[in-house]
T-cell receptor, first 111, second 114 residues
Framework: EDQVTQSPEALRLQEGESSSLNCSYT??????LFWYRQDPGKGPEFLFT???AGEEKEKERLKATLTKKESFLHITAPKPEDSATYLC????????????FGTGTLLAVQP | ETGVTQTPRHLVMGMTNKKSLKCEQH?????MYWYKQSAKKPLELMFV???????ENNSVPSRFSPECPNSSHLFLHLHTLQPEDSALYLC?????????????FGPGTRLTVT
């Protein structure tokens, strides 16, 4: 069965304490993997697209990496404003586009 | 501000009511999407429109009826909903070329069905 699993469900960090979020997937024909950030009461905000294993993307304190089975979102020296739910989604399929989202990781960064 | 607006932001409706959700994008994009977001569940893609034509309908019940009169506007018409339809309904848009899922989301409409 095609699925996307994010872990942990929730993560509490102290300001400056680096960590990683995981997105594992089991789909056929990966075409892209996306990371979004969602703040309470708002829609998801696009962060990154990764297209192939070995690819990395960075934005401020965030770095996303991709392997053939999973993606990591590394957060370096997080700040309280990084607190949000981080969503991953997988785009896959051959002739037809398919998209599955994970359930997200709720990150809380305490000062 | 993402350039995608949704109205209303909150909606409470009875099961026999008819209402519509509106989405407008100011980004010059060609594709628009409706999603449903329920607590503890993944985002569910409901409908996809590309250049005003529906290209995807993911087995959504007929009590949800989308309309895309032009590439900037998208509606979701609701009728005889069920309590389990209570959720956050998100609209998104994308350029429509290349990666179809590099999307920009609106803030959502929080729908409660009583």
């Amino acid at each position: 069965e095609d699925q996307v699993t994010q872990s942990p469900e929730a993560l509490r960090l102290q300001e400056g304490e680096s960590s990683s979020l995981n997105c594992s997937y089991t789909v056929s024909g990966l075409r892209g993997l996306f990371w979004y950030r969602q703040d309470p009461g708002k829609g998801p905000e696009f962060l990154f697209t990764l297209y192939s294993a070995g690819e990395e993307k960075e934005k401020e304190r965030l770095k996303a990496t991709l392997t053939k089975k999973e993606s990591f979102l590394h957060i370096t020296a997080p700040k309280p404003e990084d607190s949000a739910t981080y969503l991953c989604a997988v785009w896959y399929g051959g002739a037809t586009n398919k998209l599955i989202f994970g359930t997200g990781t709720l990150l809380a960064v305490q000062p | 501000e993402t350039g995608v607006t949704q109205t209303p932001r909150h909606l409470v409706m009875g099961m026999t009511n008819k209402k519509s959700l509106k989405c407008e994008q100011h980004l010059g994009h060609n594709a628009m999407y409706w999603y449903k977001q329920s607590a503890k569940k993944p985002l569910e893609l409901m409908f996809v429109y590309s250049l005003e034509e529906r290209v995807e309908n993911n087995s959504v019940p007929s009590r949800f009826s989308p309309e895309c009169p032009n590439s900037s506007h998208l509606f979701l018409h609701l009728h005889t909903l069920q309590p389990e339809d209570s959720a956050l309904y998100l609209c998104a848009s994308s350029p429509g070329t290349g990666n179809p899922y590099e999307q920009y989301f609106g803030p959502g409409t929080r729908l409660t069905v009583t």
